[in-house]
C-alpha cells in the first residue's frame, strides 16, 4: 500500500476493533511526533442526562422495522 486511497480502503476492511487499534496507534505516533492532539471532552453529569435522553427519544422514534446499524 502506497496511496492514501489504498490506506483508507484497507482501514474500511477492519473489524471495529481493529479500526480501534489503528487510531490510536495513529494517535500515539502523532504524539510521539509533537503533533497536538484534540482535548478530551468534558461534559457535566447533566449535559450527559440531557444527551442520553434526546438520544434514547430519537432511538423510540425510529420504526421497529428499520434497519439497524452494526457496530
Given amino acids: 500500500m502506497t496511496t492514501l486511497a489504498e490506506i483508507e480502503t484497507a482501514a474500511a ?3 471495529d ?3 480501534q487499534q489503528l487510531m490510536l496507534f495513529l494517535a500515539a505516533r ?3 511526533q509533537g503533533a ?6 468534558r461534559l457535566s ?3 450527559m442526562t440531557d444527551w ?3 438520544d434514547e427519544a430519537a432511538m423510540r422514534r425510529i ?4 434497519p439497524r ?3
Fill in 63 to 66: 420504526p421497529p422495522s428499520a
Fill in 45 to 47: 453529569r447533566e449535559m
Fill in 36 to 41: 497536538l492532539l484534540p482535548e478530551t471532552l
Fill in 69 to 71: 446499524a452494526q457496530g
Fill in 30 to 32: 502523532l504524539q510521539a
Fill in 17 to 19: 476493533a481493529e479500526k
Fill in 13 to 15: 476492511a477492519l473489524s
Fill in 52 to 54: 442520553m435522553a434526546e
